[in-house]
T-cell receptor, first 112, second 114 residues
Framework: GQNIDQPTEMTATEGAIVQINCTYQ??????LFWYQQHAGEAPTFLSY????GLEEKGRFSSFLSRSKGYSYLLLKELQMKDSASYLC?????????????FGTGTLLAVQP | DSGVTQTPKHLITATGQRVTLRCSPR?????VYWYQQSLDQGLQFLIQ???????AKGNILERFSAQQFPDLHSELNLSSLELGDSALYFC?????????????FGPGTRLTVL
């Protein structure tokens, strides 16, 4: 089966750092994506990891450990506009497709 | 703006009816994906097309069907609508089918079935 787990909600303070975890159990693995989604809007791409390690992109970093089935998204210098849902998605390995299996998302509230 | 367009933005209809949602991918993208997002289930993959051919199917109901046309736009047809079909429907596109290809999402169509 396929299972992706994320915390449902998190709260953090403006200017701080927050880490959003994602664990996955899938029949195959060929990459992990993080998306940001504001309420009622489209998911927007944040990061992609396929090899173990840390990928840094400005205030956002993403880490992957394939042996542990674990990833995290690190957000630094939090801003109010970072209040959104953060979706972890695993690329399904099977056939000529790169469909994504999404977790239910983590709703992050940034407080002043 | 991702470059993916979807119409209509909102759709309100009654149970038993049929609707068509339309998606135009980013310029140069050959793959189109459809996802359903309801409040209690998150984003669920429905179906993927690549260059006009169906490539993968997810949890798509038999009442739903899709196709991708020669100009690469795609349509998702939902028939015999039920209250539970109310959701946000997103289309996404990517260049091809490689694992590293990023999927870019359109703004979605909010379907309300009354």
């Amino acid at each position: 089966g396929q299972n992706i787990d994320q915390p449902t909600e998190m709260t953090a303070t403006e200017g701080a750092i927050v880490q959003i975890n994602c664990t996955y159990q899938t029949s195959g693995f060929n990459g992990l994506f993080w998306y940001q989604q504001h309420a009622g809007e489209a998911p927007t791409f944040l990061s992609y990891n396929v090899l173990d390690g840390l990928e840094e992109k400005g205030r956002f970093s993403s880490f992957l450990s394939r042996s542990k089935g674990y990833s995290y998204l690190l957000l630094k210098e939090l801003q109010m506009k970072d209040s959104a849902s953060y979706l972890c998605a695993v690329r399904d390995l099977g056939g000529a497709t790169n469909k994504l299996i999404f977790g239910t998302g983590t709703l992050l509230a940034v407080q002043p | 703006d991702s470059g993916v367009t979807q119409t209509p933005k909102h759709l309100i209809t009654a149970t038993g009816q049929r609707v068509t949602l339309r998606c135009s991918p980013r310029s140069g993208d050959l793959s189109v994906y459809w996802y359903q997002q309801s409040l209690d289930q998150g984003l669920q993959f429905l179906i993927q097309y690549y260059n006009g051919e169906e490539r993968a199917k997810g949890n798509i109901l038999e009442r739903f069907s899709a196709q991708q046309f020669p100009d690469l736009h795609s349509e998702l047809n939902l028939s015999s609508l039920e209250l539970g079909d109310s959701a946000l429907y997103f289309c996404a596109s990517s260049v091809g089918t490689s694992g590293s290809d990023t999927q870019y999402f359109g703004p979605g169509t909010r379907l309300t079935v009354l």
